[in-house]
């Protein structure tokens, strides 16, 4: 296998998820099911970064299919977005156990893959779900002043808002992250990225 750092002669998707399922870059592939390299169109405008699988996708190996799925193709739509037309994909590859936060250690490990995914996909916006995801591109910024706010970073920009666990869990972020993507969707519009 290639190392991920270095640009292999085949930078394509699939060769950046065949890559990432056999993975051994850190202790997360020992207890993974499946590894969770991400899906949708290579040419997506829009790719959503999440933290890491959790039971129901290390089972399938699919990005967001479990309770947070369901929650993600509905803020999805008030973007005016439709889950066929991003990518999906984590910070981290592999399910941390008992869904705990992955370590600074296994997102460095799997981030190779992160940066040649978004250099093939080469989206105009990046939406960044929950803290992991906005400290692996904003680091200095925090997740509860920084939700619904689109940070212009040269020819990509960088939309944040929460986990969609997390409304699963707090009830009382539901209406703002309807809000947060309801503004994506202004924006996308507006500037013509959608």
Known sequence: MADPGQLPLDDSLAAVADEARVCT????????????????PADARVVVVGEGPGRNEDLEGRPFVGAAGKQLDLLLGRAGLRRDEVFITNVVKCRPPENRRPTGEEADACKPFLERQLRVVRPRVVVLLGDSALKRFLPA???????????????????????????????????????DFAELGRMLKAEGRG
């Open 141 to 179: 910024e925090t997740l509860s002043a920084a939700h619904g706010t689109l940070f212009e970073r040269g020819q990509v920009a960088f939309f944040a808002s929460y986990h969609p666990a997390a409304m699963i869990y707090n009830r009382s972020l539901q209406a703002v992250m309807e809000d």
């Open 25 to 40: 870059r850190c202790p997360l592939s020992s207890t993974r099911t499946r590894a969770v390299p991400g899906e949708g």
